[in-house]
């Protein structure tokens, strides 16, 4: 099993920063695919952006390209979404998920997921 911790959400002004962290513990010999997903209220989940398990192929949804920044540093088993210039209808609960199916847009390529982060933007 794997375990997955998001944080770093929180409320910011829209225009503002937040960075997010997600810590992976348990069985991770041998890293994951990873990805970001948000839900806002009332809406489905969807994808925001995604890494490789290498780090060398990311993948960004086209409403965050040229905002957010998706890294990783395997030794420490962590995984970061850098968010600029974010805006209220970005107001989500964030989270991470993790698989080994090769790294995924989609809810379904992924095993393990956090229990998210809230992030508020205000206006």
């Known amino acids: 099993q794997v375990q997955l911790v998001e944080s770093g959400g929180g409320l910011v002004q829209a225009g503002g920063s937040l960075r997010l962290s997600c810590a992976s513990s348990?069985?991770?010999?041998?890293?994951?695919?990873m990805g970001w997903f948000r839900q806002a209220p009332g809406k489905e989940r969807e994808f925001v952006s995604a890494?490789?398990?290498?780090?060398?192929?990311?993948y960004y949804a086209n409403s965050v390209k040229g905002r957010f920044t998706i890294a990783r540093d395997n030794a420490k088993n962590t995984v970061y979404l850098q968010m600029n210039s974010l805006k209220s209808e970005e107001t989500a609960v964030y989270y991470c998920?993790?698989?080994?199916?090769?790294?995924?847009?989609?809810?379904?390529?992924?095993?393990?997921w956090g229990q998210g982060t809230q992030v508020t933007v205000s206006s």
């Open positions: 348990g069985r991770t010999r041998g890293n994951y695919d």
């Open positions: 998920a993790g698989g080994r199916m090769g790294i995924s847009t989609s809810e379904n390529g992924y095993t393990y």
């Open positions: 890494i490789s398990s290498s780090g060398y192929t990311t």
